[in-house]
């Protein structure tokens, strides 16, 4: 006898407060996942990189090196490498268990915005204000990067690296996307899209949610919007504070999500936790 | 909450965590090595004294004695009083330190004998006398053997009292039959396990066994696990000694390959072997002893048959046969059984597996092509410009296959250079020779020792040219006279060896020679033939190109000034391009590299995002080539073999626009630029047209092509989604009737001014200064605007040559217009009269554009530099007189405060001064923003809408400021 299918779960919506790190590291610029989601990273603007656990919320290591706030940081996917890129011009490749700096990339002329890893963690893609995109090479200690894109006509706030293709977005309004595998360069001019939240003067962060079933992105109004991806209708709006919800990530594989906002980072989940551990 | 606690148990925290270093705590200070001191375990320093107890101090003040003094203890023995005997052992004479875990005897605590496996344990035994064997020295543990104490291990004497006896196994009791069968039924045999068809199983199944007994499990060797030290192969034991040198070559054969079974065997049964053996020395040398009863081999023979020369056994007793054996013979002793088993035998531990490993299938290799050539040719990659005339001819004739005789030479016949070029390299900068590097004055100086050597030789039978050459040589070229002969002999051929070198070099520069007779216009062409001759790689260059006509005296000087001209302008990959670097933009050069293609229009964008139309609408595809390292990186193959190219493919362009450097976003100026030409670039720069891309610029001026649908469609749409928001959309809505409309200031995009007025205001601008040179020739061409400056444009003649300049692009929604508007013949020649320099599409090339306010500090540079190459452009008055007709429209247009305007109004260098300080100070004024803390970093534009470039924004924001 066959059992009837089981239903296709609805999207699980990460709308419980499992806990509250304080960072303690200056306002926290960007937070990040690692890339199986047990850790997290924080870039701070008192010029420091961290490493946490999540599920704990205890401080691993501190990276400090940067000369001026981290903007954005990426883990390797074996955890062995850390890149981070700041606003003193510089992407920092760190060896993550002795916290010391591996390699220090110069060449962006003005603060980076954006930094990547790629899949195999052979190239670093930083995108900086200086409308570029720079891939460095980490295999050889090359001072110099592999190709700079240059396309973008004004800063480029945000990279994202897949299997073979670079996704670039630019203030200009357009999404690049290079195809390295056809050797073409597709440019999308996006005007319009999920509405409702607040964006005028900063760099926010957004993302997807694990499954790709929502878009999530941050707001000035102290929220976290989150859109169905497909009907584009709001779906939920987490309050997350008073200030301004300036950084998210979302678990790779599980409802967990990260804002950052002033100097804390909140973990939330889909289920509420023990309280206990509260 | 699962997952949490999964998480939970994935570490493990020991005790409370440690604060976080302070950044700035004070390290903590090493010991230095003089305040380092020993204490022994009492905390008493150690002082260093000498060689006893390591140099440190030791018993009483580094004495024997006491603090009693050193007094020998006295024997006292009375009646009552027995005196014990005193054993003095090692230990009472040793101080404490000793039995310390440094000292000389540590003392630890040790398995005492009779809880470890005693030496009566005769398993171990065995292994013992197996490892004996095969030791170094055989036979060394014989003493041991001999003197063992009579004592049993508290494990044997459990093992007793639990019933078991020597000889057996330890287990539990077993009916044999089921233990046989069941190893006779399990073909899973995994790795080391006995043969299955051993002597001793075959023997027990003979034996008749009665129900109901059981036996105790035999008794196991255990498998010595020795390492294997020795260089011998596998199962190759080397000469017994005993077996080879005491005596027992008399019985005969010696086996190199001995079983195992019958090793062991010989060592535990039968001991007669030993008892054959002899004891001491022996020897043919001793002779025989009185003793010995043998006496047959004194005198020793060793011969070859004694030894083994086929592995397997001996060979078959008639020894008829050898390896030329009739087949069924050689059949039936290869019988695999038993070699199998033999070899079993041979290697301890391994057993021969009872399955057959799987054969692997075999596919054949694919079958090749006819006509298919085990070699890859690559077509090469070939710079026309590098390379000479001749050689880029007979490429176009071979249609780019590089020559095929090369390619039949082989690598191995090409040189350095030959194969640099075949895989397409660029040479290695750097000098060619040792002479490059030196400087001038030395290289006269070594001329000079040469032909000087050289004239010793012709002294004879020319005594006055040698005079006249010396005198060449120091310089005074013009008071000399010299034959030709003796200058083509003696001059000639170093110096043009070397400059045909240098000349034909693929780095030599061929866009500015320097041009060194630019008076003498003659000579400068006859010099210009000698270049290029020289550049082809031409021996005679210099004596065909100069004039024939001339005198021999002044050829003779003129051939000596190429010469020296040659030499000092030569091209400078030879001796300085090791230093430097070529120029990214040559100074000297009009045009600059930009991206072929272009992006649409965005206002075709953005309608199609207003109807929510994304997918191709919205979608540019470019070719674009990632860098040959880049897909290495990200493991893929190079869409693009062989094509030197990386990014976006690029094309000249005029450099001294001012378009190059508006952003194409803020209002569309798309591909309008490649429309219009450049008439101030001296180069001519090339044109390349570009079919199918549109903007709005060109749908007036063209008549809508019927192969573009997307075009009609697009504006179409645009009409239709402009008539419902007019008012706010001014971008698409600025007609002459928007007078009543008022519109908001800080309608980001919307209020931007039209194309027209940058184009107007910055072009004139720039050529402000040399305006006045031709002032006269623009005045007819002025008076038509002129008179029309405050009538609005869209009632102008459209003859007017300004006309096509003044209207905001594309979309008015005009009452009238039809909406594919009316087609406007492309008038490059007019057009160029307006603007000068064509549009180039937007920065984005080249890293000097990296902030478009850097950028444009640049542009000025540039057009400051560049005032008289624009001299030829004729629209300077015109243009003013079009900034003010533009300033109309602009105020009625887009109504703008009238800060603006006046800001406008401004004489235009104050403007630009003011227009970088206010950039300046509002990027002061962001950073100043962002460095406050809890306050998120702003961008430089807003995500939401298209990002205005950097000129407009400070348009926009001047009225704040003056204000």
Known sequence: ?278 | MASDGEEEQDFVTYGTPLEPLEEDAPVKKPVPIHEQTVKDEKGRYKRFHGAFTGGFSAGYFNTVGSKEGWTPSTFISSRQQKAAKVNARPEDFMDDEDFSEHGIAPSEITTTEDFASGPRDQIRDKARALSSLVAPIPGDNVLEDLISPARTSVGIELLRKMGWKEGQGVGPRAKRKPRTQKADGGPRVYGCALPPNGSEESEEEDDYVPENVTFAPKDVTPIDFTPKDDLHGLGYRGLDPQQALMGVSSTGHVDLFTLDSDRTSSLFGDNQMRHRRRAGVSGQAFGVGALEDDDEDIYHRDTLSNYDSVLGGEEPGDGLYGWTAPEQYNQKKKGSNTEASYLGKILEGFTLASKAPEAKSIFPPPDLPRDFRPMHYFRPVVDVANVSPIVAQALLVSGGQMSTESAEKGRHQLDASQRRSLLGESSLKGPTSVFDLLDSKDKERLEGIRRSAEERKTVAFAPEESRGAIVTASTAPAATTFSRNALSSRFQPPDSERLLSAWRSPTADTAQPFRPFEKNPEKQERYDLYISKLKQGRKDALESSLDPNMTEWERGRERDEFVRAAMLYKPSSSSLSCRFTRAKHQDDDNSVEVPRDQENDVDDKQAAVRMKMFGKLTRDTFEWHPDKLLCKRFNIPDPYPGSGLVGLPKVKRDKFSVFNFLTLSDSGLGDNGNQHAAPAAPLGTPKTAQPGKKSRWDIPAEAEPPKDPLGTFLSMARSEASAPQQGQSSETTSTPTLESKPEPVEGEEDNRPPMDLFKAIFASSSDEKSSSEEESEDEDNESGPEQTELVPHALLPPSSSAVPEVKPPVTYPDPAPPPPPPPLPQEPELEEEEFGPRLPPPSSSGPEHQSSISSWTQAEVHKKKSKEKHKAKKELRHKEKKVGLFLCHFLFMSRLSKCCLLSIFLPFSIRRKARITRAKTRRRRRKRREIRQWRPLAVQGTRKKIAAAAQTTVLRVSPRQSC
């Not at chain 1, 004004?154 to 357009?174: Q, W």
Request: charged fraction near 20%; hydrophobic fraction near 30%.
């Open chain 1, 1 to 278: 006898m066959a059992f009837p299918q089981p239903r296709t779960q609805p999207p699980q919506l990460t709308q419980h407060l499992l806990r509250t790190v304080d960072c303690q590291q200056g306002a926290v610029r960007a937070v990040r996942f690692n890339a199986d989601g047990n850790y997290m990273l924080s870039c701070g603007s008192d010029k420091t990189l961290r490493l946490w656990s999540v599920s704990r919320g205890t401080l691993l290591k501190t990276y400090s090196g940067h000369g001026y706030e981290v903007l954005d940081a990426d883990g390797s996917f074996d955890n062995s490498q850390i890149c981070s890129c700041s606003s003193d011009k510089t992407v920092i490749l760190w060896d993550v268990t002795t916290g010391q700096v591996t390699r220090k990339l110069r060449g962006h002329a003005g603060k980076v915005n954006s930094v990547q890893f790629n899949e195999d963690a052979t190239v670093i893609i930083s995108g900086s204000i200086d409308c570029s995109v720079r891939c460095w090479d980490i295999r050889f200690r090359r001072p110099d990067p592999i190709q700079i894109l240059d396309e973008a006509q004004d800063s480029v706030s945000s990279v994202k690296v897949s299997e073979h293709e670079l996704l670039t977005g630019s203030v200009d309004g357009r999404v690049r996307r290079y195809d390295l595998r056809m050797g073409q360069l597709h440019v999308d001019f996006i005007n319009s899209g999920y509405t409702g939240h607040k964006n005028n003067s900063y760099k926010l962060d957004c993302c997807l949610s694990n499954k790709d079933t929502h878009v999530l992105s941050c707001s000035e109004d102290g929220h976290v919007y989150c859109w169905d991806l497909v009907e584009g209708s709001l779906s939920c709006k987490l309050p997350v504070g008073k200030a301004v919800v300036q950084s998210l990530s979302f678990h790779p594989s599980q409802p967990h999500l990260l804002t950052a906002i002033e100097g804390r980072v909140q973990v939330w989940g889909a289920e509420p936790q023990d309280t206990d551990a509260q």
